[in-house]
């Protein structure tokens, strides 16, 4: 693992935050409905992307940080 790279903790830290991200925002758009011209660009793109984006990373840091583990 490299020295400067995040540690564990706050890779779990940013996975847990992706989700409820992406947890937050399906549950805006149960309980107000799916919006509507620019807000649907803004809230739904924008924020999946980076919720969802948040997410993925972070596992797939986690995978890697596993398999050097495993490894070494």
Known sequence: ????GPG??????????????????????AWRGMPTGPAFFEIILIGGAFFGGTAVLSYRA????DREDSDA
Not at 1 to 4: A, E, P, T
Not at 8 to 29: N, Q
């Open 1 to 4: 693992m490299s020295k400067y």
């Open 8 to 29: 564990p903790g706050e890779l779990k830290f940013r996975l847990a935050v992706g989700i409820l991200g992406l947890l937050g925002l399906v549950g805006v758009v």
């Open 62 to 65: 986690l995978r890697r940080l």
